[in-house]
């Protein structure tokens, strides 16, 4: 069975620095993705980034980064110039491809931003 | 908005009752899966459906069900509740191919 592991579970960071959010996974599928959700206070999940696991290159959405370590089997997301609106919840989750494209999820990082 | 619709929005009901949670996925959209969020936890999987047909089971109950109907909406069924059944529950769909679940609000059930 698949497992995602975030060992944060709350990150402070000041206002415009960078912070990153720890994601590892375990799978034995060759094929697979990560992804990164945020959810706020009002609860929704918001889609953040999208990291295949054959993609070759580091994904980037905006000022969201996913630092993408294969061999060590982690998906950290990084998040630079931090705004006061990037406080909220983090997911990190994973899809197995040759698993029913199952989705499961990691416990969470709540990121608090300080002005 | 995401394009994924869940009904009732809100739902507060009494120990040992029946309520049916609905969600409508994105147009063309074959995989639904549904999660359970307990406060301040995470998002527990609990089922995933592809065009109709059951593709995996999580952590839901025995008093759980659900069931992906010919228009791919979904239904997620939870009997006799206890105090405990009282989360966030979200449906997700997903097309097919390589690309993120779309996320509806979640309905928030309130058991009392």
């Known amino acids: 069975a698949q497992k995602i592991t975030q060992t944060q579970p709350g990150m402070f960071v000041q206002e415009k620095e960078a912070v990153t959010l720890d994601c590892t996974y375990d799978t034995s599928d060759p094929s697979y993705g990560l992804f990164w959700y945020k959810q706020p206070s009002s609860g929704e999940m918001i889609f953040l980034i999208y990291q295949g696991s054959y993609d070759q290159q580091n994904a980037t959405e905006g000022r969201y980064s996913l630092n993408f370590q294969k061999a060590r089997k982690s998906a950290n997301l990084v998040i630079s110039a931090s705004q006061l609106g990037d406080s909220a919840m983090y997911f990190c989750?994973?899809?197995?491809?040759?698993?029913?494209?199952?989705?499961?999820f990691g416990a969470g990082t709540r990121l608090t931003v300080k002005p | 908005d995401s394009g994924v619709t869940q009904t009732p929005k809100h739902l507060i009901t009494a120990t040992g009752q029946r309520v049916t949670l609905r969600c409508s996925p994105r147009s063309g959209d074959l995989s639904v899966y549904w999660y359970q969020q307990s406060l301040d936890q995470g998002l527990q999987f609990l089922i995933h459906?592809?065009?109709?047909?059951?593709?995996a089971k999580g952590n839901i109950l025995e008093r759980f069900s659900a069931q992906q109907f010919p228009d791919l909406h979904s239904e997620l069924n939870l009997s006799s509740l206890e105090l405990g059944d009282s989360a966030l529950y979200f449906c997700?769909?997903?097309?097919?191919?390589?690309?993120?679940?779309?996320f509806g609000q979640g309905t928030r059930l309130t058991v009392v």
């Open positions: 459906y592809y065009n109709g047909e059951e593709r």
């Open positions: 997700a769909s997903r097309p097919d191919r390589d690309t993120e679940a779309f």
């Open positions: 989750a994973m899809r197995e491809v040759y698993n029913n494209n199952d989705m499961r």
